[in-house]
């Protein structure tokens, strides 16, 4: 009986030890770029990853473009069509000429 209990109490503690810790504890884990999802008041979503020298962002889910950082401040990135905007941790998206919308999220 004694053999029985001792195999259970052994599995058990292997299966205990098997857990992951808190999944708080990985988010972000590994990955120096993360994406962060936002949502402008035209109805836009991004999709954003700032890597320094440059954002990559996807627009509604498509294939993200790689836009580089404009002047010494590095909260404005375009390549002369599109353009994102970080001013005092608020986020803004503008097409060509048309005016900028802003972005909630993060």
């Known amino acids: 009986m004694f053999g029985h209990l001792s195999i259970a109490a052994v599995s058990a503690l292997m299966l205990a030890s098997s857990v992951q ?3 708080e504890a990985s988010i972000g884990a590994g ?3 993360p994406v962060s999802n936002y949502t402008c008041a035209d109805g836009t979503h991004l999709a954003v990853r700032l890597l320094g020298d440059r954002a990559s962002v996807s627009v509604n889910g498509a294939t993200a473009v790689d836009l580089p950082s404009m002047g010494s401040e590095g909260t404005t990135f ?4 599109q353009t994102l905007s970080i001013v005092q941790g608020h986020l803004s998206w503008g097409v060509g000429r048309a005016m900028p919308s802003a972005c909630t999220g993060g």
């Open 31 to 33: 990955n120096p770029y």
């Open 78 to 81: 375009s390549n002369g069509r």
């Open 21 to 23: 810790s808190t999944p």
